[in-house]
Every structure is written in structure tokens, then in C-alpha cells.
């Protein structure tokens, strides 16, 4: 019998039919990113009934609120994150983060029809966040974040077949961001590269095979997306800190 | 410099992880891997394997990962993150 909480948490949400994504560090171990993460991140579609459901699931998990807001709708649109801790025995001390809406991606409405359905034994049919959705998700202004990028990335090029679609390497010269695995994507579909390289001009770079290049424009692109990230958690950290500072919402 | 050589010593998890979990590094070749740099020479082996395994497949090597974290006393508060949006609220 495995120690891990993270089952019977999912197995939880599913009982209760909260209609929610998988993202964050769990996604990431199901996509090849990562190996372990002590932690469940969840999208969740913000909505009356949903959220009726997200707090019976709460309740059956014993889950308290640790910092601020408090989960209502009106936060979750805003932006904010939810953070909970499970008290019940089997996962006490679980830590379960919700969010209704992130910077840079669609709605939940969009994310949900690109999701993936996971079976995992024992669980069920596991609801996951789209890999091109994932690595938009992990563009923030956290250091940790950006080597996730990398290895999504990686595994599911590695896992590709001999003759990938379009729309597959399309994918990998916008978000690839291992400057050799550039160069090398660049030289093996140039005509896409170039047609992508308007949009992404550090693709001109792998083109012409300039690695170098290659990685102070990747760590030009990481750095605007860091500040970009900073900019959208600016008021959102002022509201929490007046919350904080209130005792409410 | 050889390509993909930057990737080499990119693990992102504690080597202590790796060596309680049970495969080998009996990497498999990837279709894909014969044309691009991401093989034994350039990737370390258990990233590799890690990439060759089915979703369900790391799922399961993960949650097996719990004993070791329970084991070392593992604590269930994020790591301190000064750049996490939330780091003064969770202080």
C-alpha cells in the first residue's frame, strides 16, 4: 500500500465529480517533467455548482483554509489562488491549491476541452491540463519553474514518433527551450522554423545555427515573461495584503 | 561542444530519489532518438527513462517516492520561495 496521499485525494475530487484540471507539479510527473511533487494544484471551473462541489470534497478531505482569500467566486475570477491543508488521518498534512483563472492561458472553458484524460489504476480517469497549456502555465517569475519548461518539452519529443505531425513540431519550435534541441528542430524543419520565426525571432538564430545566440535570446524571452508575470501579481499581492491586513474577505 | 551537451547534469530532483527507485537505466531507443541528440550520450540515463515511461507508469514510480519522503520526515509546506507570488502570505 502506498504512503502517498495524492490518490486518495484524487479519487476524492472524482467521487465528487468536481469538474477541475490537474496542474502544477502532479501534471509535470505525468508529463515526464518531474518526479516528485509533495503537493496537488488544481484549475477548477468557477461556477455556483462547482464550487458547492469543491467544498463537500474539502469537507470530506478535512481540509482547512491556510492564508488568504477565502474561497468564493469573486476571488477565483479575480485570480487569486485557494490554498487548503487536509486534516482527515489518511492525508493529513496535504497541501491542495485551487485557481479559477492564470495568466497567459484560456479559460478554464477552453483548457478544459484540450484537457487530458489520464486512467490511473486504483484512481480512475484523471483529469489533466493539456501539455501546451502546462508550459504556458509555468512561464512565472519563479527560477524553478523554467527548467520544467525544458524537460516537458524534451519528454514529449522523445516520445514522439519518426514522422511527427505539423502541428506537433509547430509546438516544439514555439516552446522549446534547449538551445541545441533548437538548432537541431530548426535544421530539420526549416521551412516551418522560418514561417514561425516572425513570432519567435530567436528561431532566425537556430536557423543559421547560432547557439549562442540562441541562448542569450531564450534567456531574453524567460526574463520578459518573468517580468510580465511580476506585473500581473502586482495588484493581485496588494489585494491580499489589504485582506490579510483586514481579516477578510 | 557537442549538441544537448548543456543538458547533461540538468536533474531537477535530489539524487537520493533516484537511487530508491527500482528501474534500471536500460534506456530504450525512442523512434525519434535516432535523429536528435537526446540519448544515453547527452541525457542522463534515469531522465531518459523517466521520458520512456507511460504516464501511469510515473505515476506510480512517484507515489512509490512517498515512502522515501515520509522516511526522511518529509515536511508537506512548500519549500521557502521568495519569488512565489504568495511567499509573504505563507510566512
Known amino acids: ?249 | 561542444m557537442y549538441p544537448g551537451q548543456a543538458a547533461r547534469g540538468s536533474l531537477i530532483f535530489e539524487p537520493v530519489f533516484y537511487r530508491h527507485r527500482n528501474k534500471g537505466s536500460s534506456v530504450m531507443k525512442s523512434p525519434f532518438q535516432n535523429t536528435s541528440y537526446l540519448d544515453t550520450s547527452t541525457v542522463e540515463a534515469e531522465v531518459l527513462d523517466w521520458y520512456e515511461m507511460s504516464q501511469a507508469e510515473r505515476f506510480a514510480e512517484s507515489q512509490k517516492l512517498w515512502e522515501v519522503f515520509v522516511l526522511l520526515g518529509g515536511d508537506y509546506d512548500p519549500e521557502p520561495d521568495t519569488q512565489s507570488p504568495f511567499h509573504i502570505f505563507e510566512t
Open chain 1, 1 to 249: 500500500m502506498t504512503l502517498s496521499p495524492i490518490p486518495k485525494v484524487l479519487s476524492t475530487f472524482l467521487k465528487h465529480k468536481v469538474k477541475a484540471l490537474l496542474i502544477g507539479g502532479q501534471a509535470c510527473i505525468l508529463y515526464g517533467a518531474a518526479e516528485f511533487s509533495r503537493d496537488i494544484d488544481l484549475a477548477i471551473m468557477v461556477s455556483p455548482e462547482n464550487l458547492e462541489e469543491l467544498r463537500k470534497t474539502l469537507e470530506e478531505l478535512d481540509a482547512e483554509r491556510v492564508f488568504y482569500p477565502v474561497l468564493s467566486e469573486e476571488v477565483l475570477l479575480r485570480g487569486h489562488a485557494c490554498h487548503f491543508r487536509c486534516h482527515r488521518k489518511d492525508v493529513k498534512g496535504l497541501r491542495i491549491d485551487v485557481i479559477g483563472v492564470m495568466r497567459g492561458v484560456d479559460s478554464f472553458h477552453e483548457l478544459w476541452k484540450r484537457r487530458q484524460e489520464i486512467e490511473l489504476p486504483g484512481i480512475g480517469k484523471v483529469r489533466v491540463i493539456g501539455l501546451a497549456d502546462l508550459v504556458k502555465t509555468k512561464k512565472t517569475q519563479r527560477d524553478k519553474d523554467w527548467p520544467m519548461i525544458r524537460r516537458l518539452i524534451e519528454a514529449d519529443i522523445y516520445k514522439a514518433p519518426d514522422d511527427p505531425p505539423e502541428d506537433k513540431i509547430y509546438f516544439w519550435l514555439v516552446e522549446c527551450r534547449t538551445p541545441e534541441l533548437l538548432v537541431f528542430l530548426a535544421a530539420k524543419y526549416p521551412k516551418i522554423a522560418s514561417r514561425i520565426s516572425t513570432n519567435r525571432p530567436l528561431l532566425y538564430s537556430a536557423i543559421q545555427g547560432n547557439l549562442e545566440e540562441v541562448r542569450t535570446l531564450l534567456r531574453d524571452e524567460e526574463e520578459r515573461e518573468r517580468e510580465a508575470d511580476r506585473h500581473y501579481w502586482k495588484p493581485l499581492r496588494k489585494e491580499l495584503e489589504k485582506w490579510r491586513s483586514r481579516r477578510d474577505p
